[in-house]
């Protein structure tokens, strides 16, 4: 049976005092989702994490909630965003479970990448997908070992989930705004 394709991160194990509201804001030119990776904006904002991201570009979390700039959940019906997601160039508010060393999160390999039980341990890169204005979920996904974004730790005990494409994984990311450092190649 195949995999239930499921884009988007989500803490592997959710800790309320792992979560810091963080705030977006207009200039981010990229609209938001729950699920997605994101790292900071040099005017205090956020915005999403790139793919095969390098230099500064450090993982800050995963967002498990948005809000408006009033913050009021996003699609609320006093709202001032109908939508479940941020659009590019809004303001709002963003829950982020932080990357900290030690945190590890559930994500799965991208479309066309299959992993198996040899690649726990292996260093894969965030592809960073853009989300879904119908569903409101985030597109992020890990990409094809060999990469230094994130680390492979373990399938996901599910028995719907097995190795092969679109299969969900435990992982952390390596270069984390919070000191995590990469042991192969650093930050």
Known sequence: MANID?????????????????????????????GDAVKPEANGGITPLDAGATGNDLALG???????????????????????????STAGYADVHLATPGEQFIGQSQTGTSYAATDIFAGVNIVAGAGSTTT???????????????????????????????????????????????????V
């Open 136 to 186: 409101a979920r985030s597109g992020h996904e890990l990409g094809a070992t060999g990469g230094t974004d994130a680390v492979i730790l373990g399938i996901v005990n599910d028995p719907l989930n097995t190795w092969g494409v679109n299969v969900d994984v435990y992982f952390a990311f390596l270069s984390s705004y919070w000191g995590q450092v990469n042991p192969t190649g650093g």
């Open 62 to 88: 995963v967002i498990v909630a948005l809000f408006d700039s009033n913050g009021i959940p996003v699609g609320h019906p006093s709202s001032s965003v109908s939508t479940k997601y941020l659009g590019a």
């Open 6 to 34: 499921n884009t988007g991160f989500r803490p592997a194990v959710p800790n309320p005092d792992k979560i810091r509201r963080f705030p977006v804001t207009t200039s981010n030119a990229t609209a938001l989702y729950v």
